[in-house]
């Protein structure tokens, strides 16, 4: 069973920085990639941005290529994504997950972290 803790979240005026992290705890020896997702009020859940889990792969939904990276420190079991030149239509509650290998599916899910951009 592998556990993921959300943190970084928080509030932000337009065009701020906000950094997320995801650190997964268990049994951190299973082999999955790792994907943001976000949830908006009256939305649904979109895709975020994911990588591999050796790293050598990430992908960015249309929302955010160009101002979002996602990275990950694998000595500290821990995913990160750096948001940047933020919006208001960045709101939303941000979720961490366990990425099968096969389609990149979720697998499991952290509880979230909420983040806000004010205009």
């Known amino acids: 069973q592998v556990q993921l803790l959300e943190s970084g979240g928080g509030l932000v005026q337009t065009g701020g920085s906000l950094k997320l992290s995801c650190t997964a705890s268990?049994?951190?020896?299973?082999?999955?990639?790792t994907g943001w997702f976000r949830e908006a009020p009256g939305k649904e859940r979109e895709f975020v941005a994911a990588?591999?889990?050796?790293?050598?792969?990430?992908h960015y939904g249309d929302s955010v290529q160009g101002r979002f990276t996602i990275s990950r420190d694998s000595a500290k079991n821990t995913v990160y994504l750096q948001m940047n030149n933020l919006t208001p239509e960045d709101t939303a509650v941000y979720y961490c997950a366990g990425l099968r290998f096969e389609g990149y599916s979720p697998q499991f899910w952290g509880r979230g972290t909420q983040v806000t951009v004010g205009s």
């Open positions: 268990g049994r951190t020896n299973t082999r999955y990639h």
């Open positions: 990588i591999t889990w050796g790293g050598e792969s990430t």
